[in-house]
C-alpha cells in the first residue's frame, strides 16, 4: 500500500472512533484511539528543549504525548504525534530516556533527535515525519468538516423548531 493510502486508512480509522454524535474534538480522539488500543494516551503540555514541538513517549503501559508549553500549534502537533502512533511508527521507549537521562538533554543528542522541519523530537527519519506531516493535515480537515457538517445539522434542526 503507498503512503498516500496508508495515511488515509489511518485518518479514516481514528475518525470512525469519533463520537456518532455532539462535539468531536481532538483531544476526545485522541483518548478514543487510547481506549481502542488498551493504552490510554497522556497529553501534557512540558517545558522541552528551545525548538522542540512535541514528542511522543512509550511507557510500558501506557503512552505520552508531550507539547512544548505555550504552542500555537498545538492541535497540529498532537494530530502529528498521533499520526506516528497509529501509523505504527516508534515514539521515544522511557527506558532509553530513563539509560540515557545524564545525556538526554545534551544539544547533540538533542539535534540527532529533533527533526527541524516538523519539531518533533522522535527516533523517526524524514519519510516518517512526512508521513505524520500528512496524517496531522488530513486529520485536522476531516475533523473541521465533521464539526462543520454537525453545526449545520444543529442549526437546521433549530431552522425546522422555529420555522
Ligand atoms: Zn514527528
Do not use: K
Amino acid at each position: 500500500m503507498s503512503a498516500d493510502r496508508l495515511v488515509a486508512r489511518a485518518v479514516n480509522d481514528v475518525i470512525a472512533l469519533a463520537p456518532r454524535r455532539g462535539e468531536v474534538s481532538l483531544a476526545g480522539l485522541v483518548a478514543a484511539v487510547g481506549t481502542d488500543r488498551g493504552r490510554p494516551i497522556e497529553v501534557s503540555m512540558s517545558e522541552l528543549p528551545p525548538g522542540v514541538s512535541g514528542q511522543w513517549r512509550q511507557y510500558a503501559d501506557h503512552d505520552e504525548f508531550q507539547i512544548q508549553d505555550g504552542l500555537p500549534t498545538v492541535d497540529r502537533t498532537l494530530a502529528h504525534e498521533l499520526g506516528h502512533l497509529v501509523l505504527g511508527h516508534d515514539g521515544i521507549p522511557v527506558v532509553e530516556i530513563a539509560r540515557e537521562s545524564t545525556e538526554f538533554a545534551s544539544d547533540d543528542l538533542i539535534s540527532y533527535m529533533l527533526n527541524q522541519r516538523t519539531g518533533c523530537m522522535g527516533p523517526g527519519g524524514e519519510d516518517v515525519e512526512q508521513q505524520a506531516e500528512d496524517f496531522a493535515a488530513l486529520l485536522l480537515h476531516r475533523l473541521g468538516r465533521l464539526r462543520s457538517d454537525r453545526s449545520s445539522i444543529v442549526q437546521v434542526r433549530l431552522g425546522e423548531a422555529f420555522g
